[in-house]
């Protein structure tokens, strides 16, 4: 059986590359990295393998709230993969507005607080651990 893969969704390559190192210190899973809403949901289709996804939703293409959605709408198991939502917008109601999309949590960028980041991608992975089991 693979390794368990978090998926990081991000079209800025340092954001990215600096999210995937964040993951990768985790030591949980493998870290994979792609830029564009496209490539990840090809990837979740192709791979069953994907446990977490952490989701810009401001992506040029193909936004994140719409990758969210179509996520949602996958037959079972896919669907049901957690997905850590990021954006740039931090008012008060853009956590409601990325959960509504499908998403289970939410951050702000800038992802500063690598331990909030790292947490949260924890408390995921291990939720989803409970409801497989």
């Not at 709230?65 to 993969?81: G, S, T």
Request: proline letters at 5%.
């Amino acid at each position: 059986m693979r390794t368990k893969q978090i998926l990081v969704v991000e079209s800025h390559a340092a954001r990215r590359q600096f999210l995937a190192a964040q993951l990768r210190d985790l030591g949980q899973s493998e870290v994979v990295e792609v830029a564009t809403g496209p490539e990840a949901l090809s990837l979740i289709v192709r791979e069953p393998v994907v446990a977490l996804v952490v989701l810009d939703m401001q992506l040029p293409d193909l936004e994140g709230w719409e990758v969210a959605r179509r996520i949602r709408a996958l037959p079972v198991p896919e669907r049901d993969i957690p997905i850590l939502g990021f954006t740039a917008h931090a008012r008060y109601d853009d956590e409601q507005k990325v959960i509504a999309a499908g998403c289970d949590d939410y951050i702000a960028k800038p992802e500063s607080d690598c331990l909030l980041l790292k947490t949260k991608v924890k408390q995921l992975l291990a939720q989803r651990r409970v409801q497989q089991s």
